[in-house]
């Protein structure tokens, strides 16, 4: 038996860490896994007569992360100040906007949670990172499709499973955060509570944002993370439902963007606004999920790592949207 440590790129959440270690469980061969994304490093125990690194290495380069077999210092150095200079260049170009904007459009403050630019935003980030959306669930989704099969052969009953999967997932988005909203309303007693409140989720997603852009672990820390064994169970009842249950069970599955989505409407601090922010967040992510068998998972991964710094963006400018206002109602 031989344990190794292997350096990982593109583990962004605890869904990403079950998807690796399921996978890997699989394989005969393997004894034991252990993902940490926020240390970018998959734990592997395997039987060297039975199965080989390489192997290893191709299996979770397939499921669209990256090891990094030269890791030396000198490149870890090179990431770090690129990281940096990455995550400052976006926050200040965000700022900026921000700032521009809201000074010099007449009765329009972008900053200004309940206006049009607050829900723009969390819908261009559903849009932007509903390619990741196909690497975490698009699997999911193919297997549940293809289990539900119609006795006709019409294009519409061949559409039907996808439909109830999608309708599913964005009626649970929607669901939660309107929870999520009424948690908030519930938190804001008074408008210094709503301000301070305001402040702390806003100062929360924009180091998320950061935590996007750079592979520094204190960013990543602060992330919220669903407990793995919740995670695992909600992949065991995904197995054995339909369609439509399985979407509604999505809105509970660990996942980075959608965390994000999900603190966001915290934020509001509204049953009204958590739940319309949610709902936008997933019909953003239905076309490309709709269009997911004319995807290959390649053109997916390419994409995507060069969005993420798109995507970073419209956190960053979220947390600034919930930050100023907090400090605008104090």
Not at 71 to 90: G, Y
Not at 104 to 124: E, K, Q
Not at 291 to 309: C, E, M, P, T, W
């Amino acid at each position: 038996m031989i344990k190794i440590s292997l350096t990982t790129d593109g583990m962004t959440c605890v869904g990403c860490e079950t998807k690796i270690e399921n996978k890997l469980r699989s394989i005969t061969g393997i004894s034991s896994v252990e993902a940490d994304f926020v240390k970018g490093i998959v734990d592997v125990e395997f039987d060297f007569n039975i199965i080989n690194l390489e192997s290893i290495i191709e299996i979770i380069n397939s499921l669209g992360y990256k090891v990094v077999v030269d890791n030396d210092n000198s490149n870890a150095r090179k990431d770090l100040l690129k990281s940096i200079v990455i995550f400052v260049m976006v926050a200040l170009i965000i700022i900026l906007i921000s700032v521009v904007a809201s000074s010099t459009v007449d009765g329009f403050n972008p900053l200004d949670l309940t206006t049009d630019a607050g829900f723009i935003a969390v819908f261009l980030f559903g849009l932007i990172t509903s390619l990741h959306c196909v690497g975490m669930c698009g699997g999911v989704q193919l297997a549940v499709c293809a289990s539900s099969k119609s006795e006709s052969n019409s294009k519409h009953s061949k559409l039907k499973p996808t439909i109830q999967y999608n309708l599913g997932r964005v009626i649970s988005y929607t669901l939660v955060g309107a929870v999520l909203g009424s948690i908030g309303a519930t938190v804001v007693t008074s408008i210094d509570v709503g301000g301070s409140f305001r402040i702390i989720i806003g100062a929360l997603m924009i180091l998320m944002g950061l935590g996007m852009l750079t592979k520094l672990p204190f960013f990543q820390k602060v992330i919220p993370r669903m407990p793995k064994l919740f995670g695992n169970k909600i992949n065991d009842k995904i197995g054995k439902s339909g369609p439509f249950i399985v979407g509604l069970l999505m809105g509970l599955r660990p996942c980075g963007p959608l965390q994000t989505a999900q603190i966001y409407a915290l934020g509001t601090a509204s049953l009204f606004f958590g739940a319309f922010a949610m709902f936008l967040f997933a019909i953003s992510t239905v076309p490309i999920m709709f269009a997911f068998g004319l995807i290959s998972s390649s053109l997916n991964q390419r994409f995507a790592d060069k969005l993420v710094i798109i995507g970073a963006a419209i956190v960053i400018f979220m947390g600034i949207n919930l930050f100023i206002l907090g400090i605008s109602l104090i």
